[in-house]
Every structure is written in structure tokens, then in C-alpha cells.
């Protein structure tokens, strides 16, 4: 599937308009902001720079993210029809060997793991890759394992987080085709085994097939709204990046030949293993490819303490990342559009809030100096609102003609306050990592809880505290808190987005997983 750098041609010159206009914008208040000319002046020039500047660049990502959707509709059907080359391929004599790898680590789940073994594919082997050190996990998997005639492995240091754990398993073996890395609670189709086949049999250069996921349900309000985003994304943005952007692989769903394994000589020993493997598939001369039409399920975290912990894990991860994969990135053989498209999809996440700060201590420090409200034009501000919106649009697609429709806005709004309230714990995340606090690999609790008054105060007095303290400041520096009402409204919301899993809904049947 030939990638081309169409739509990053697009996104480079939509996104240099935009600056053209911010900069034009930037420069008519520095021009009201001149007085006297002295250093009060001066800073508030500088000031304003640096704002224009941090602007500049978080615009660059709801770019690429508007331009995907805005592509999307209008090449779904000639996307989709690409994919019809990868066609069901008969099985020869011998039908190559997979490996399902079932990794957990204190979250075991039997009934994920028993529907995802029932593949309708007449060679293949289910491990369950064990790291538990909760003897209750350890003894309900061997009794799983011996009902069911399954492998369990385990290893006597437990080093290099899941990447580890997969190696340790693979290092030297021959005795498979292909593997396939599944999470505690995902469940994949009983024909992914034989789908995956297929798109190895389309392309020698395939060395990964990574599969779409969604969330179920969700068993209260706090998964539902929330895990419509992962339905979204996959049935998107991962298309569009299949042919105008970098394949990632999510870490699960996914199935490796043993030739691209061997290639790149294993998992990195990293927390964002996925991310750093896919780099080094690319290296080796293979290619990952998504395959939509492979459907699994996976569970949305439980409630707001298990996102936080998952995001927190994300930054450490990300971060990790960047500091070590950086140059090879660089070095790499992908082309020019696929590393733009890879940093600006991983490096977000640990950068983002940072720059935020930043704007915040500009809008501050200018209100202090005399200028309380920097005022942009009304095309300025009316492409701030698009860009905020731009992650409701791929929803629009996905839910729009649903039942699901009259989700959206509350998802949406839940989504912005969210993600904003964990502003403190990443900017917090960031800092340790920066000064040399090692990644470590955090499991996402799987299992929820009612949280009482004092549990809710708990997990969320920091982020309210964080959100009253830029709220005040910018109150004081310019008179009202309209500049920092997003990232301090969330925060002051946390309370109610940890209440909203307590709200359960009523229990329905997990959706099954799609035939290919």
C-alpha cells in the first residue's frame, strides 16, 4: 500500500496561512502595545512573540488532526476500496504457525482470553505470558491454563516491562510463523488469525499487521462517554495514516512475522515498546499495515484514577521516546512526511501541556506589564474555535447517523475537561522525567470502584488546586479568567469527572467482535 505526501503538502500549507495570519495579528498589538519604547514595551513585544510563537506550533497538530478528518470524507470510499486488494488467499498444505501471546501482569482476565482463543485457523498456539506477583492471579491462570492444555511461562527477573516479557518468550525460537500480542482485556475475532494471513500472503514487506479496536459500552457513564473516541480514531485517523501518514501499532491486536522479528532483533526495553518497535520495523525494511476490517474489543479504562495512571504511564513513555529515538527517527528510511507524522502524533502528549503553561505564564506576565488582553482578529479567534472542535469531527462520521448522536456533545465537552484537568499530573510527570526519573511501566487497573466523598477529594485536590491557582493569577494579571478558562475549567471539574464512573448503566453484552 503506497504511502504518499499528499495531505502533509496540505497540512503545511494550510498551516503557513494560519501563521501568516497569526504573525499579520501579532504584529498590529505589538504595534498598540508600543508606548514610551522602553523595556516595559520591549518585554511586552517579546511577550507576545513567544505567545504568537506557542500558538503557532499547537495549531500544527489540530491541523494535521482537521485536514485527516476533512480527507476522510472525502476519500472513505476510495480508501476503503484500497483495501480490496487484500483478498482471502487460500491456506497452503501447511498453514503457517501463530502464536497468540497473552500477556498479564496482575489482570488476568479468563473470559477475554477464552473467546479470543476460539479462532476458526487450524494451526496455532495460545501462551499466556505471566508477570503476576499476586499469587491469587497466578493461581486462577495455572488452573485456567491446565483446563485448557495452554502454556504459561514465567521468568525469574521480571526486566524490560512487557517488551521484556515478549523476548524473553521469543528469543531464539523457530518454531512459529507469526505472533500475535494480546492485552489482559482484549478480545479479538475468531477469524483475526485468518485475516492476518491474509494480509501477510498480500505483501512479502508486510512485517506487521496491526488491527482496529473499539471499547465497549462502557459499564458507567465515564467509560461510555469517553470510550467513543477509540471507535473514532480507529475507523478514521489510523486509515488515513495508513496511506498519508506512519502506521503505529498500539502494543495489542497486533500480529509480527518471526522474519521482521528476527530483523529488528527484538522489542525495545522501553515503556512505549509499541511505538519504538514500529521504528525499527521500518529500519529493517518491513512494513506495518492497518487492517480495519479486523475488529477487536477492548475495555475503555474503568474510571478516572485508571486513565490517569494509563496517561501517566503515556508521558513517562513518550518521553522516553523522544529523548532515545529521536535521532534514529531521523536516520530512519521512512520518508520526510512519515517522521512529521510520527513526532507530531507521540511527541504531543508530553509537550502540549508544557506549552500551555507557557501561554499561560505570557497571558500572566502581560497582564502584569500592562496589557491584560491581547486581541487577535475575529478570523484568528474563529480558527482557534475550528481547531478545538476538530477532534469532534471524526465522531461526527463514526456516531453521527446513530442512535449515539445525542452523545457527542456531552462526550465531547467530557473529552476537553478531562484531558485538561490532567494537565498538572503530566506538566509533574514531565519535570521528574527531565530530571532523570526513570519510565516505569504502570498496568492499568481493570477493575473499578465507588468512590466515596473523601476519595474524590483525594484524587482530584490537586488538579483543582492547580486550576484556582492559574485561575487567580490570570484574574490579577488581567482582570478576568476568560484566557485560562479551558485548562482551569477542567481542572475544576475533576471532582465531578472521577464521580461520573460511579453513575453505572445497565449491563449490556459486550459487543462482539466483527467477522472479517
Given at each position: 500500500?503506497?504511502?504518499?505526501?499528499?495531505?502533509?503538502?496540505?497540512?503545511?500549507?494550510?498551516?503557513?496561512?494560519?501563521?501568516?495570519?497569526?504573525?499579520?495579528?501579532?504584529?498590529?498589538?505589538?504595534?498598540?502595545?508600543?508606548?514610551?519604547?522602553?523595556?516595559?514595551?520591549?518585554?511586552?513585544?517579546?511577550?507576545?512573540?513567544?505567545?504568537?510563537?506557542?500558538?503557532?506550533?499547537?495549531?500544527?497538530?489540530?491541523?494535521?488532526?482537521?485536514?485527516?478528518?476533512?480527507?476522510?470524507?472525502?476519500?472513505?470510499?476510495?480508501?476503503?476500496?484500497?483495501?480490496?486488494?487484500?483478498?482471502?488467499?487460500?491456506?497452503?498444505?501447511?498453514?503457517?504457525?501463530?502464536?497468540?501471546?497473552?500477556?498479564?501482569?496482575?489482570?488476568?482476565?479468563?473470559?477475554?482470553?477464552?473467546?479470543?482463543?476460539?479462532?476458526?485457523?487450524?494451526?496455532?498456539?495460545?501462551?499466556?505470558?505471566?508477570?503476576?506477583?499476586?499469587?491469587?492471579?497466578?493461581?486462577?491462570?495455572?488452573?485456567?491454563?491446565?483446563?485448557?492444555?495452554?502454556?504459561?511461562?514465567?521468568?525469574?527477573?521480571?526486566?524490560?516491562?512487557?517488551?521484556?516479557?515478549?523476548?524473553?518468550?521469543?528469543?531464539?525460537?523457530?518454531?512459529?510463523?507469526?505472533?500475535?500480542?494480546?492485552?489482559?482485556?482484549?478480545?479479538?475475532?475468531?477469524?483475526?488469525?485468518?485475516?492476518?494471513?491474509?494480509?501477510?500472503?498480500?505483501?512479502?514487506?508486510?512485517?506487521?499487521?496491526?488491527?482496529?479496536?473499539?471499547?465497549?459500552?462502557?459499564?458507567?457513564?465515564?467509560?461510555?462517554?469517553?470510550?467513543?473516541?477509540?471507535?473514532?480514531?480507529?475507523?478514521?485517523?489510523?486509515?488515513?495514516?495508513?496511506?498519508?501518514?506512519?502506521?503505529?501499532?498500539?502494543?495489542?491486536?497486533?500480529?509480527?512475522?518471526?522474519?521482521?522479528?528476527?530483523?529488528?532483533?527484538?522489542?525495545?526495553?522501553?515503556?512505549?515498546?509499541?511505538?519504538?518497535?514500529?521504528?525499527?520495523?521500518?529500519?529493517?525494511?518491513?512494513?506495518?499495515?492497518?487492517?480495519?476490517?479486523?475488529?477487536?474489543?477492548?475495555?475503555?479504562?474503568?474510571?478516572?484514577?485508571?486513565?490517569?495512571?494509563?496517561?501517566?504511564?503515556?508521558?513517562?513513555?513518550?518521553?522516553?521516546?523522544?529523548?532515545?529515538?529521536?535521532?534514529?527517527?531521523?536516520?530512519?528510511?521512512?520518508?520526510?512526511?512519515?517522521?512529521?507524522?510520527?513526532?507530531?502524533?507521540?511527541?504531543?502528549?508530553?509537550?502540549?501541556?508544557?506549552?500551555?503553561?507557557?501561554?499561560?505564564?505570557?497571558?500572566?506576565?502581560?497582564?502584569?506589564?500592562?496589557?491584560?488582553?491581547?486581541?487577535?482578529?475575529?478570523?484568528v479567534y474563529a480558527?482557534?474555535?475550528?481547531?478545538?472542535?476538530?477532534?469532534?469531527?471524526?465522531?461526527?462520521?463514526?456516531?453521527?447517523?446513530?442512535?449515539?448522536?445525542?452523545?457527542?456533545?456531552?462526550?465531547?465537552?467530557?473529552?476537553?475537561?478531562?484531558?485538561?484537568?490532567?494537565?498538572?499530573?503530566?506538566?509533574?510527570?514531565?519535570?521528574?522525567?527531565?530530571?532523570?526519573?526513570?519510565?516505569?511501566?504502570?498496568?492499568?487497573?481493570?477493575?473499578?470502584?465507588?468512590?466515596?466523598?473523601?476519595?474524590?477529594?483525594?484524587?482530584?485536590?490537586?488538579?483543582?488546586?492547580?486550576?484556582?491557582?492559574?485561575?487567580?493569577?490570570?484574574?490579577?494579571?488581567?482582570?478576568?479568567?476568560?484566557?485560562v478558562a479551558f485548562?482551569?475549567?477542567?481542572?475544576?471539574?475533576?471532582p465531578l469527572l472521577?464521580?461520573?464512573?460511579?453513575?453505572?448503566?445497565?449491563?449490556?453484552?459486550?459487543?462482539?467482535?466483527?467477522?472479517?
Amino acid at each position: 500500500m503506497h504511502k504518499r505526501a499528499t495531505l502533509y503538502w496540505i497540512i503545511f500549507g494550510v498551516w503557513s496561512a494560519c501563521l501568516a495570519l497569526l504573525a499579520a495579528g501579532t504584529v498590529q498589538i505589538c504595534l498598540r502595545a508600543q508606548g514610551t519604547g522602553g523595556a516595559k514595551d520591549a518585554a511586552a513585544i517579546v511577550l507576545l512573540s513567544v505567545n504568537a510563537l506557542i500558538l503557532g506550533i499547537l495549531w500544527l497538530g489540530s491541523i494535521k488532526d482537521l485536514v485527516f478528518s476533512i480527507a476522510y470524507a472525502a476519500m472513505q470510499r476510495r480508501l476503503h476500496g484500497r483495501y480490496k486488494t487484500i483478498k482471502r488467499r487460500a491456506l497452503p498444505a501447511r498453514a503457517p504457525r501463530f502464536v497468540l501471546l497473552y500477556c498479564t501482569c496482575n489482570d488476568f482476565n479468563a473470559k477475554a482470553l477464552s473467546i479470543s482463543c476460539k479462532q476458526r485457523y487450524p494451526n496455532f498456539q495460545t501462551v499466556i505470558l505471566d508477570d503476576s506477583t499476586k499469587e491469587g492471579y497466578r493461581r486462577e491462570i495455572d488452573a485456567f491454563a491446565k483446563q485448557r492444555g495452554i502454556e504459561v511461562v514465567r521468568r525469574a527477573k521480571r526486566e524490560g516491562f512487557k517488551a521484556g516479557n515478549l523476548n524473553h518468550y521469543l528469543a531464539g525460537r523457530t518454531d512459529y510463523d507469526y505472533f500475535v500480542v494480546l492485552d489482559s482485556d482484549e478480545v479479538i475475532p475468531p477469524s483475526f488469525l485468518r485475516r492476518a494471513y491474509d494480509y501477510f500472503a498480500a505483501d512479502p514487506r508486510f512485517g506487521a499487521v496491526q488491527a482496529r479496536h473499539v471499547a465497549t459500552a462502557g459499564k458507567n457513564v465515564f467509560q461510555r462517554l469517553l470510550g467513543m473516541s477509540v471507535r473514532a480514531n480507529g475507523s478514521t485517523a489510523q486509515i488515513i495514516k495508513n496511506f498519508y501518514g506512519a502506521n503505529a501499532l498500539l502494543g495489542h491486536g497486533m500480529a509480527i512475522s518471526r522474519p521482521c522479528f528476527e530483523a529488528t532483533k527484538g522489542f525495545p526495553l522501553v515503556v512505549a515498546e509499541d511505538i519504538s518497535f514500529a521504528v525499527d520495523i521500518k529500519n529493517a525494511g518491513y512494513e506495518i499495515v492497518y487492517a480495519p476490517d479486523i475488529r477487536c474489543v477492548e475495555e475503555f479504562p474503568v474510571d478516572y484514577v485508571a486513565l490517569k495512571k494509563r496517561q501517566c504511564k503515556w508521558v513517562q513513555g513518550n518521553l522516553e521516546y523522544m529523548r532515545k529515538y529521536d535521532k534514529d527517527i531521523n536516520a530512519s528510511r521512512m520518508r520526510w512526511f512519515e517522521k512529521t507524522d510520527i513526532k507530531l502524533s507521540h511527541y504531543a502528549l508530553p509537550v502540549v501541556p508544557v506549552l500551555g503553561l507557557l501561554l499561560v505564564a505570557c497571558t500572566a506576565a502581560l497582564g502584569f506589564l500592562g496589557y491584560p488582553v491581547v486581541r487577535y482578529s475575529l478570523l484568528v479567534y474563529a480558527m482557534m474555535l475550528l481547531f478545538l472542535c476538530s477532534p469532534l469531527i471524526p465522531d461526527l462520521f463514526v456516531y453521527g447517523a446513530s442512535r449515539n448522536a445525542l452523545l457527542l456533545l456531552p462526550a465531547f465537552f467530557v473529552n476537553i475537561a478531562t484531558y485538561a484537568s490532567l494537565a498538572p499530573m503530566m506538566l509533574r510527570t514531565m519535570a521528574l522525567g527531565v530530571f532523570g526519573k526513570k519510565a516505569t511501566f504502570t498496568v492499568t487497573p481493570k477493575t473499578g470502584q465507588k468512590f466515596s466523598f473523601g476519595q474524590i477529594v483525594r484524587h482530584s485536590w490537586g488538579s483543582v488546586l492547580f486550576g484556582l491557582t492559574i485561575g487567580a493569577l490570570c484574574y490579577f494579571a488581567c482582570g478576568n479568567v476568560l484566557p485560562v478558562a479551558f485548562l482551569g475549567g477542567g481542572c475544576l471539574l475533576t471532582p465531578l469527572l472521577v464521580l461520573l464512573s460511579n453513575f453505572t448503566l445497565e449491563r449490556r453484552r459486550a459487543p462482539r467482535p466483527a467477522k472479517a
